[in-house]
T-cell receptor
Framework: IAGITQAPTSQILAAGRRMTLRCTQDMRHNAMYWYRQDLGLGLRLIHYSNTAGTTGKGEVPDGYSVSRANTDDFPLTLASAVPSQTSVYFC???????????FGPGTRLTVL | GQNIDQPTEMTATEGAIVQINCTYQTSGFNGLFWYQQHAGEAPTFLSYNVLDGLEEKGRFSSFLSRSKGYSYLLLKELQMKDSASYLCAVIIDDYKLSFGAGTTVTVRA
């Protein structure tokens, strides 16, 4: 693989269920990010990680958690999904701060 | 909060020039990105400005004025494949980007 992969591509989920969105990069980038994209609101940062073992909160972190056990993987977990979490989720990575971010293909999540 | 404004939509003719403006009022500034996003796809990097002035890259140019909180993306010799959304994003902190809502450009034959 080259770049960033995300899984699943799309998912329909019942409210209250737990869900983990997966993200893997093979560019050995230090920093990784999770965004959600909603019509009219643009991309909003959920959580980020500047290096393996550390994470930080973005603009809209409530209801989401992340972990960064190694350089390549950055999963996003919804502990108990709610309909307002229906969105397209993009994972991204960058070599370091201020560098361009490379985006994965996205996961379309629908919470009913 | 962060305030990044772009026009919602623009339409132009193939071969023409279009300028997409972006104004920002943010808690911090460490540079500005422009990304292109085709419908149903991921954003892809176009340009980065951190100093005032014009950066040219082929048919695309980007301008920044930090004192005015203003940037624009100039697309020249428009092609049908340029129909996409264009996203302005400000680096507000070391690892944090704040995005505008995006400008959808439609290129007509």
């Amino acid at each position: 693989i080259a770049g960033i992969t995300q899984a699943p591509t799309s998912q329909i989920l019942a409210a209250g269920r737990r869900m983990t969105l997966r993200c893997t990069q093979d560019m050995r980038h230090n920093a990784m990010y999770w965004y959600r994209q909603d019509l009219g609101l643009g991309l909003r940062l959920i959580h980020y990680s500047n290096t393996a073992g550390t994470t930080g909160k973005g603009e809209v972190p409530d209801g989401y958690s992340v972990s960064r056990a190694n350089t390549d993987d950055f999963p996003l977990t919804l502990a108990s999904a709610v309909p307002s979490q229906t969105s397209v989720y993009f994972c991204a990575s960058s070599e370091r701060e201020y560098n361009e971010q490379f985006f994965g293909p996205g996961t379309r999540l629908t919470v009913l | 909060g962060q305030n990044i404004d772009q026009p919602t939509e623009m339409t132009a003719t193939e071969g023409a020039i279009v300028q997409i403006n972006c104004t920002y009022q943010t808690s911090g500034f460490n540079g500005l990105f422009w990304y292109q996003q085709h419908a149903g796809e991921a954003p892809t990097f176009l340009s980065y400005n951190v100093l005032d002035g014009l950066e040219e890259k082929g048919r695309f140019s980007s301008f920044l004025s930090r004192s005015k909180g203003y940037s624009y993306l100039l697309l020249k010799e428009l092609q049908m494949k340029d129909s996409a959304s264009y996203l302005c994003a400000v680096i507000i902190d070391d690892y944090k980007l704040s995005f505008g809502a995006g400008t959808t450009v439609t290129v007509r034959a």
